[in-house]
């Protein structure tokens, strides 16, 4: 069965470092999301885009939050210099054609410690 | 601004029993309302996604209704299994330009053996 897949599933780094999280989208969606999850907290819709660009992004996805399709298949979302408070887990998602209508897909998540 | 509330926060149930997971939100303009499970350290698992024109929808021993006029969604486990301990999460897709999803808190299931 086609899934979302996430790299890495796990990355510690130092407060104020750049952080690069990758997704691999299910081949044929169109659409791709980030969602955090703070530990203990809800699901947070950061980021959404397609056609290659972004087509919403949240409160939270500030000018130290970048996204990118580099290639066909790859989905990155960059934290230029990483603060505490960006310690969560974040999820990639992705839906295909039927954008209205259609069923997210979520990865296993790339949990990010920040110290 | 969209809402969305799940109760009860924690259920610890026997092996065997039915149980019904309840979600509310706040503004009944939506698309969809999709159910997810999520274990410990883990990524969501769509169980159900459920169209705003939908009443119900069914996978398994799951059933997921939803009530968009009051702006409640329900999610029926029958004959429950230790296997489905885990968080269940509900989330609704808003119409308008902000079509992200909006997520409850979950409600973390126990079934003990």
């Known amino acids: 069965e086609p899934e979302v897949t996430q790299t890495p599933s796990h990355q510690v780094t130092q407060m104020g470092q750049e952080v690069i999280l990758r997704c691999v989208p299910i081949s044929n969606h169109l659409y791709f999301y980030w969602y955090r999850q703070i530990l203990g907290q809800k699901v947070e819709f950061l980021v959404s885009?397609?056609?290659?660009?972004?087509?919403?992004k949240s409160e939270i996805f500030d000018d130290q939050f970048s996204v990118e399709r580099p290639d066909g298949s790859n989905f990155t979302l960059k934290i230029r210099s990483t603060k505490l408070e960006d310690s969560a887990m974040y999820f990639c998602?992705?839906?295909?054609?039927?954008?209205?209508?259609?069923?997210?897909?979520f990865g296993e998540g790339s949990r990010l410690t920040v110290l | 601004k969209q809402e969305v509330t799940q109760i009860p926060a924690a259920l610890s149930v026997p092996e065997g029993e039915n149980l019904v997971l309840n979600c509310s939100f706040t503004?009944?303009?939506?698309?969809?309302l999709q159910w997810f499970r999520q274990d410990p350290g883990k990524g969501l698992t769509s169980l159900l996604l459920?169209?705003?024109?939908?009443r119900e929808q069914t996978s398994g021993r799951l059933n997921a209704s939803l009530d968009k006029s009051s702006g409640r969604s329900t999610l029926y486990i029958a004959a429950s299994q230790p296997g489905d301990s885990a968080t269940y999460l509900c989330?609704?897709?808003?119409?308008?330009?902000?079509?992200?999803?909006?997520f409850g808190s979950g409600t973390q299931l126990t079934v003990l053996p």
């Open positions: 885009f397609y056609n290659n660009e972004i087509s919403e």
């Open positions: 503004d009944s303009a939506i698309y969809n």
């Open positions: 459920i169209q705003s024109s939908q």
């Open positions: 998602a992705s839906i295909g054609r039927f954008y209205e209508a259609g069923e997210l897909f």
């Open positions: 989330a609704v897709r808003l119409t308008g330009s902000a079509r992200q999803l909006t």
